[in-house]
């Protein structure tokens, strides 16, 4: 049976992928009490790398469309957590959100709403956060954007 959060994802269209592997000496997620710490999610799309540097050769329409792969993958980690029951999740607590991007690019926040919108649409309240967008001078990869999260869970 599919539960209410997934029936929601499928009506935009998306299917969350498997949980994505860590790449390295860290886990994916750390569950503490209800809340689950989950370990920066990079701009990808089915596997591809989504690359590039925000203010020199990507606008900030295409790091907001990479932000939302993060997401989508920070929701995959979550059901991970949750034991496959998505439906679990009580609460997106906090966004922490990397941009890869040029030293006079500031729109940060708006490369970030892709990930908090896309929370909102699939999530409705329960995907409302408190968040920070900040710049980086580059990311692992050559990623354009990396996303981490807190969840509360039941």
Known sequence: MTGQFE???GELGVTLPDAPA???NYVPYVIVGDMVYVSGQISN???DLITGKLGD???TAEGAAAAKTCAISLLAQCKAACGGDLDRLVKVVKLVGF???TADFTEQPQVIN???DFMVEALGDTGRHARS???A???PLGVAVEVEAIFQIK
């Open 133 to 135: 967008a900040v710049s």
């Open 114 to 116: 892709g990930a908090s």
């Open 45 to 47: 799309n089915g596997g």
């Open 99 to 101: 941009v890869n991007s």
């Open 22 to 24: 860590p790449a390295a």
């Open 57 to 59: 050769n990507m606008d």
């Open 137 to 139: 001078a580059s990311l």
């Open 7 to 9: 029936t929601r994802l």
